[in-house]
């Protein structure tokens, strides 16, 4: 069974619309800048929440009370796809971000790299790979 509403297989949501990640973060004050300064928008924001966006897609953070600091090691990302990853991959380095993983060309046919948030996320950029 997959997640279609009905028996005749319409879809029940856009998939912009589907499957948003909601992170939990410690300060919003903190997170805000750091992912508008990376190229999200600000869709809607209210007291302890806002709605990013990038592209079609969206991101919601929430600020929880008391929220611990993040583990030592990542245990996920969210891949951006972008149309020039150098150009990323310098403005992180502006930023001082901490790499997790460094740029490179992978097997799987994208060059990516991967960066950690104020929370503990990994940021992953990626290009599709000429060819791919």
């Given at each position: ?94 930023m001082n971000l ?24 990994g940021l992953r ?8």
């Open positions: 069974m997959t997640g279609d509403a009905n028996s005749a297989g319409k879809k029940y949501a856009e998939a912009n619309e589907q499957l948003i990640v909601e992170l939990y973060v410690r300060n919003l004050k903190q997170s805000i800048p750091f992912y508008v300064e990376l190229g999200f928008t600000i869709c809607r924001e209210e007291p302890g929440f806002v709605e990013l966006g990038w592209d079609e897609s969206r991101l919601y953070l929430e600020q929880i009370p008391a929220q611990p600091d993040p583990p030592k090691t990542l245990v996920a990302n969210i891949r951006i796809l972008v149309p020039d990853i150098d150009r990323f991959w310098s403005k992180c380095g502006e901490t790499v997790v993983k460094e740029i490179a060309d992978r097997d799987y046919g994208l060059r990516d790299f991967t960066v950690v948030s104020p929370d503990g996320i950029f990626a290009s599709r790979l000429p060819g791919r």
